[in-house]
């Protein structure tokens, strides 16, 4: 019992015990990653999102849309078959952070970008009940009335280089101009249409 009550109270084995898992850690899941980044890179299909999709994507995680949907189609013949083939780890090199989720309120959506038009994604963002009667999503109509500026997409783009997405200065000095004036609604749906078509052809193989 003493012990016990001397190892639960100790800063320094707290501190000797939190190093080790962190340690751990880092050499089981960040040092494979790094080593194996160029290799995935050359056998990927993805392609980096456009400064537009790019601001989309903040959207989706700001209201929370990973929290009900997942983006991973698991190696199970049931989900196979529903949504295509399992997901590579080389389908997501260029997601910081992966929104692979694990929760399925809603369907997954590693492929929505092959399945509906700009026009069907508004309504359902605006009121899901008119196309799925049945659907318990939440309505967004505000998305289409915040218009966007743009002013921090180039820092976002910049810091996304400096973790391997390829982007030319170019595509960074452009990025403002894809979207002023755009509306947060319109940015979602690209980031949504962007879903599942870069990888397409890898998928249908």
Known sequence: MILSKDFTKSVVILIAATTAV????????????????????????????????????????????H????????????????????????????????????????PDLTNIGRKYSDRWHAIHLINP???????????????????????????KMRALRSLGVPYSDSDIDGGRIQIVGKTQGEALI???QSLGVDTMHDREQ
Not at 46 to 55: Q, R
Not at 142 to 151: H, M
Request: charged share 25%; with cysteine; aromatic share 8%.
């Open 67 to 106: 929290v009900c949907h997942t983006q991973m189609v698991r190696p199970l013949e049931p989900e196979i078959l529903r949504n295509g083939r399992a997901n590579k780890e080389a389908d997501d090199i260029y997601e910081f952070p992966n929104l692979w989720g694990s929760k399925r309120t809603g």
């Open 129 to 155: 009940r008119d196309v799925i009667p049945t659907s318990i999503m939440p309505s967004y109509p505000w998305l289409f009335n915040t218009v966007l500026d743009g002013d921090d997409i180039a820092d």
């Open 22 to 65: 962190a340690a751990l850690s880092a050499l089981v899941w960040v040092l494979p990653n790094v080593l194996l980044a160029p290799e995935l890179a050359k056998i990927s299909q993805a392609k980096p999102l456009t400064a537009l999709e790019l601001a989309g994507r903040d959207i989706y995680i700001s209201e929370g849309c």
């Open 190 to 192: 690209r980031y949504l």
